[in-house]
């Protein structure tokens, strides 16, 4: 995690330079972290955006120890719960459910990239956003239960939990599959 | 068993265990150190193992994120920042503002989405608001405060003063006196009439229609329905025919709802006083006769006579 002062600091007198910088480091793990969130490439570009007009916005409200990653993880998560909670609510108003895994879409063969995409897609859309929030964090983007209890605001205990139910619930997916297919 | 000689403890949680595999530092860790055989405790280190090989398999998280990617925003963010710099202040965004941003500037799929809800909704009060006035249509003019007893309807039973309706004979006043309310001129066809004029098809879903004839053209007019619990109640005005017809119809589906009285009230020409329908029954109630309860007759059967 980068808890660089020099750079807070900067970003703190809208340093131009300092802001296009941290954008040019973050962008791609931002969105990739929010395209697997919500599920949406092009939405997941937008809150991206958003995330990183937002960061302009409030870092001169921050103090100078900022955990300047977390923070905009933190930022970034809360756009895509937000958003998934709005969808959430349009598929209740739209009589639709969760989506279910088309296990006709999933091979046993994680080999292709394309279809491992899908089946690491569909796995974190069947569980809470909630927990495929800490499942990201730790495992994709390498942060500790300290720092997504930190980026969550929730205890380390509760990352823990739900790190745990992910991974399973990440498990009973990914691992289904091949098994129905064996048994075809 | 633990150094102390005492009973070795649970197993930790899994998930204190995937915690441990994932070496983090965090409160339960107690756990585990407490249970102190679990090096060579086979539940757990089965279950750190499978954790371990998983941990393997979920790399498949990270490999696919990181093979993502994605167009540059840095120019556009710059760009929003540059204009917001301009503005000396962005619009004031706390956390997700997409809610009401989809309309304007967000991809399709935010806007269609609030469209979608806004139609909806719209739908959904217009649906309301037309069941409501047809279900209200008929019956809910009928509660209406009367216009004959102002300080509120009558007990059950009570007969309705005669004073208190028009009289029977149809007085007609149409010329001469232009301080009589009646527009001098006024083509009255011949002595206004009423009666009740229902088809067997309204009668098979129990509707009472009333006829009224030879008033003056064009004029509006309103049946006026006089009910034994609710007083006399005017209905919507209507437009006279060419023939100096209206028609008019309205559900009876009780005994307590057939009218003991009906008139016309002319509301272009106030001073043309019609004739009164009287002593009116309707498949078997008695207008006069009604004895109205709390709760009225059972639904009437279509399939009775009409005695109108």
Redesign the interface.
């Given at each position: 995690m980068v808890t660089d002062v020099q750079v807070v600091e900067r970003l703190r007198a809208?340093d131009?330079q300092a802001?296009?910088s941290l954008?040019?480091r973050l962008?791609?793990?931002i969105?990739?972290?929010l395209?697997?969130l919500v599920g949406?490439?092009?939405?997941?570009?937008?809150?991206?955006?958003?995330t990183?007009?937002?960061v302009?916005?409030e870092i001169g409200k921050t103090s100078q120890d900022l955990s300047l990653d977390a923070w905009i993880y933190r930022?970034a998560t809360?756009?895509a719960?937000?958003?998934l909670n709005?969808?959430r609510r349009?598929q209740f108003?739209r009589f639709g459910g969760r989506e279910e895994v088309d296990i006709d879409l999933l091979v046993s063969g994680?080999e292709d990239?394309a279809e491992?995409?899908i089946l690491?897609q569909q796995a974190l859309s069947m569980m809470k956003p909630e927990d495929a929030v800490c499942?990201?964090l730790?495992?994709?983007n390498?942060f500790?239960?300290?720092d997504i209890a930190k980026i969550m605001n929730i205890s380390?205990?509760a990352v823990?939990?739900r790190?745990?139910?992910a991974?399973?619930k990440?498990?009973s997916v990914?691992e289904r599959v091949p098994q129905q297919k064996r048994k075809q | 068993m633990d150094i102390n000689g005492a009973e070795p403890l649970e197993c930790p949680d899994d998930s204190i265990l995937l915690a441990y595999v994932n070496k983090q530092q965090f409160n339960g860790m107690v756990a585990v150190f407490r249970h102190l055989n679990i090096e060579q405790c086979e539940k757990c280190q089965k279950k750190c193992q499978e954790y371990e090989l998983f941990n393997q398999q979920l790399a498949v998280l990270k490999e696919t994120q990181s093979e993502e990617s994605y167009p540059p925003i840095v120019d556009s963010v710059m760009q929003k920042v540059e204009q917001s710099r301009n503005r000396q202040s962005l619009p004031s965004v706390q956390f997700p503002v997409h809610s009401w941003k989809g309309l304007s500037g967000l991809p399709l799929k935010y806007g269609r989405f609030q469209l979608i809800a806004v139609l909806i909704i719209l739908t959904g009060l217009l649906i309301f608001g037309v069941v409501w006035a047809a279900t209200h249509s008929e019956f809910a003019r009928f509660p209406g405060v009367s216009t004959l007893y102002p300080g509120g309807f009558p007990n059950q039973g009570q007969v309705i003063p005669n004073h208190s309706l028009p009289t029977s004979t149809p007085v007609i006043q149409v010329t001469g006196n232009p301080t009589s309310g009646v527009t001098p001129g006024t083509v009255l066809i011949g002595t206004p009439t009423i009666e009740i004029c229902t088809t067997p098809e309204e009668q098979a879903d129990s509707r009472i229609a009333i006829c009224v004839h030879n008033y003056p053209p064009g004029d509006r007019v309103a049946i006026v329905l006089v009910q034994p619990l609710r007083g006399a109640h005017e209905r919507r005005p209507l437009t006279v025919d060419a023939q100096g017809n209206i028609r008019d119809s309205f559900y009876i589906n009780r005994c307590k709802f057939v009218p003991i009285a009906i008139y016309v009230a002319d509301k272009t020409h106030p001073d043309i006083q019609g004739p009164v329908l009287r002593n009116i029954s309707y498949d078997g109630c008695s207008g006069t006769q009604a004895t109205p309860t709390l709760y009225g007759r059972p639904k009437l059967t279509p399939t009775g006579s009409h005695e109108g």
């Open positions: 809208k131009a802001f296009r954008i040019e962008q791609q793990p969105t990739g972290y395209h697997r949406d490439r092009e939405v997941a570009l937008d809150l991206a955006q958003d990183f007009i937002q302009y916005k930022i809360n756009y719960m937000k958003y709005r969808k349009w108003i994680p990239q491992t995409r690491v499942l990201q730790y495992y994709s390498g500790s239960y300290d380390s205990e823990r939990k790190v745990h139910r991974v399973e990440f498990r990914y | -």
